[in-house]
């Protein structure tokens, strides 16, 4: 393998690579959005926390080295949201939004 090859192969490599973090940061973007748009339907009481806490998880994650790990991250988000919303006898089809999101592939 010469150098010029060696550079290229390097070149698209990342260029994958970051195709895929973008993707992963598009898709995380959207159900951090439908998450707040959950927490409006929330009690006034409930909002301020709930969107502090909903802030700081995606935050937390926002460096993701294992793109394979954001289907769980997503799952987790969906799940606590269902929880959530539970617990405060919201409809939880209001979540059907954030359920594509976090379904698709």
């Known amino acids: 393998m010469n150098r010029r090859s060696s550079t290229r192969d390097l070149t698209y490599k990342t260029s994958v690579t970051l195709m ?9 973007l959207k159900a951090y959005m439908e998450v707040l748009r959950l927490v409006r339907r929330l009690p006034a009481d409930a909002r301020i926390y709930y969107a502090k806490y909903a802030r700081e998880n995606f935050v937390n994650y926002r460096e993701l080295e ?5 289907p769980d991250l997503l799952r987790r988000a969906y799940n606590h949201s ?24």
């Open 20 to 28: 895929f973090k973008t993707r992963a940061m598009e898709k995380g």
């Open 66 to 70: 294992d793109p394979s790990a954001l």
């Open 82 to 105: 269902l929880w959530v919303l539970n617990k405060y006898a919201v409809d939880v089809s209001s979540a059907d939004g954030l359920k594509k999101i976090c379904s698709s592939g």
